[in-house]
């Protein structure tokens, strides 16, 4: 039996092409047929940057900071990687062989958040799978037609033939009857005796008047549907149809607020905490949403105030939300556009989660413009958004988010940290740095206004 174990290259201060670009690197490994991909710490951290390889293994290694690729056998490739980079390795040395579980530990102490690297397994397709995915859509259908017929909710009181929904719902009796029973095909609904109810499991994630409940999510993705319909046509045109650019009625709107506080509110904590914000005294959320932040920023900073900035119908939503938390009377809002108004000045801590990729670029440069505005010398601006790898297929999910973007905004986007850190310093933003590393629209970067 071949070793598949991986051995380790520690490289000790290694530069690359260019300073802080992160490095890929793909393993096939001919004997169990794996490909591994791993992410290269960026070396401007000084670090330790810790580096799998898979001996006698075909590597390809590609620096992506430069788009140099080349494949090679791992340790023949060390010297030849290092002058086709014109860098010198001040020392390599090898390590006793760590296990997998090993290299993938995630909380290594000696490793800042930011420094963690990421290792993913490729998926080896096949015809089935292949087709599974191209046929994806039907099960996803099934569901989003569901929750916008608010089948759920309807059915978890009493247990109803599929007559008795038709009628309430207003639909054809015979359609119902086949979305009725596919629903229960997909264990989302039960049918005993030809009626149909929502078992319990189901009723706390998918009904309206649970708390925890996913509904608006999935009623944002339904909304969002129809804009991804076109996605052939935006790829052939390079523009959206006119009939994409429907405005969100009051009920989108407010599905997709709320469908901002589902997403949040598990990881909001944890994120808050990750951001350290320190201990500010006025914070500015800049299209807070439902506020689901600006609540956890309170908490975490007891000594702060806030101020709430959104469109006018979602300041309403965060007010609520704000009530409930119970930390209203830390609160101002102002209601605007950030496209057009300037940003209530006076602030030492701004946020701006979530909203940089529905923006282009130049959107962004004037944004970070108005927010810089809005602090006080020396105050700081936390992003999170998905911080796309200079190649932009990592984070997977930033990836295929851009092409969220694409099909719903004028020029949104994922970007990458070297984007995102010139549109800050062109905005006057200095000390722009990346804090951590996430794949679930949970990167962060850090700026500060400088003290002039
Ligand atoms: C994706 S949500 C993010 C909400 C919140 N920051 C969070 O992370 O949960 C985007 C927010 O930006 C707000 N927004 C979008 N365009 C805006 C604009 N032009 N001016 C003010 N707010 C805007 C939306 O209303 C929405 O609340």
Request: aromatic content about 6%.
């Amino acid at each position: 039996m071949p070793d598949e174990r991986p051995s380790v290259l520690i490289f000790q201060d290694l530069r690359f092409c260019q300073e802080s670009a992160p490095l890929w690197s793909t393993q096939f490994s001919p004997t169990n047929g794996m490909e591994t991909t791993g992410y290269m710490p960026q070396a401007a951290s000084k670090r330790p940057a810790l580096f799998t390889v898979y001996e006698q293994d075909i590597c390809r290694t590609n620096c992506l900071g430069c788009g140099h690729l080349q494949a090679l056998t791992v340790l023949e490739a060390l010297p030849e990687f290092c002058e086709s980079h014109d860098r010198r390795i001040d020392r390599a040395r090898r390590l006793p062989r760590p296990t997998n579980a090993d290299m993938l530990r995630p909380d290594r102490d000696d490793w800042k958040e930011s420094d963690r690297p990421m290792a993913i397994e490729r998926k080896r397709w096949d015809a089935l799978s292949i087709l599974n995915l191209a046929r994806g859509f039907q099960e996803s259908r099934i569901l989003l037609t569901a929750v916008e017929l608010d089948v759920f909710s309807r059915l978890s009181e009493k247990a109803k033939s599929a007559t008795d929904v038709a009628r309430q719902v207003r639909t054809n009796e015979r359609a119902m009857t086949k979305l009725l029973d596919a629903l229960t095909a997909m264990d989302l609904l039960t049918k005993r005796q030809g009626v149909y109810s929502t078992p319990a499991s189901v009723r706390a994630l998918l009904t309206s008047d649970s708390r925890q409940s996913v509904l608006p999510m999935a009623l944002h993705s339904a909304f969002v549907w129809r804009s991804w319909d076109h996605l052939t046509d935006v790829v052939r045109t390079g523009k959206r149809s006119s009939t994409q650019t429907r405005q969100r009625d009051k009920k989108d709107l407010e599905s997709f607020i709320h469908a901002m506080r589902v997403i949040a509110s598990p990881r909001v904590v944890a994120q808050v905490k990750a951001m350290r914000p320190g201990k500010p005294k006025r914070i500015l959320d800049v299209g807070a949403g439902p506020a689901t932040y600006t609540i956890a920023l309170l908490n975490e900073c007891p000594g702060a105030r806030a101020t709430v900035f959104d469109l006018p119908p979602v300041i309403a939503i965060a007010r609520k939300e704000l009530r409930q938390a119970g930390v209203l009377s830390r609160v101002s809002f102002v209601a605007g556009d950030f496209y057009t108004d300037s940003l209530p000045e006076g602030h030492d801590l701004a946020l701006l989660s979530a909203i940089i990729h529905q923006n282009s670029r130049k959107e962004n440069v004037e944004l970070y413009r108005r927010i810089r505005d809005a602090l006080v010398p020396g105050g700081r601006l936390i992003i999170r958004d998905h911080v796309m790898d200079p190649a932009r297929i990592r984070p997977r999910a930033g990836a295929l988010f851009a092409i969220n973007m694409l099909v719903n905004t004028e020029g949104g986007d994922t970007y990458t940290f070297r984007e995102i850190r010139e549109d800050l310093e062109s905005a006057g933003f200095s000390t722009v740095r990346q804090t951590r590393k996430g794949e679930m629209m949970d990167s962060l970067v850090k700026a500060r206004k400088p003290k002039e």
